[in-house]
Nanobody, 124 residues
Framework: QVQLVESGGGLVQAGDSLRLSCAAS????????MGWFRQAPGKEREFVAA????????SYADSVKGRFTISRDNAKNTMNLQMNSLKPEDTAVYYC?????????????????WGQGTQVTVSS
């Protein structure tokens, strides 16, 4: 049974940083693409970032490029999202997800397993 557990969310001020983590179990973590998505109240779930099984290929949403960094540690079955220069519009529930396909996708439907999410709130 695949289990993804996010942590690291919280309430911060604009300009602050947060580091989200995702711990995976029940899946051969090192084989798969991993991604972060977020969903704000009243909005659809949107792509944030993803990286290949090797960690060599990364993809970011334009809205976070240059501020967020995605990384993974296959030995520890964990993935991180370092978020710097946070803005109020980054406020959302952040989800990690597993993509068993071969291409980094930006659509939620291309991801097979999801965590429960962690809340990030950025005050102005």
């Amino acid at each position: 049974q695949v289990q993804l557990v996010e942590s690291g969310g919280g309430l911060v001020q604009a300009g602050d940083s947060l580091r989200l983590s995702c711990a995976a179990s029940g899946v051969t973590f090192s084989r798969y693409i991993m991604g972060w998505f977020r969903q704000a109240p009243g909005k659809e779930r949107e792509f944030v970032a993803a990286l290949s099984w090797s960690g060599l290929t990364r993809s970011y949403a334009d809205s976070v490029k240059g501020r967020f960094t995605i990384s993974r540690d296959n030995a520890k079955n964990t993935m991180n999202l370092q978020m710097n220069s946070l803005k109020p519009e980054d406020t959302a529930v952040y989800y990690c997800a597993v993509n068993r396909g071969s291409n980094i996708g930006r659509e939620p439907r291309t991801y097979d397993h999801w965590g429960q999410g962690t809340q990030v709130t950025v005050s102005s």
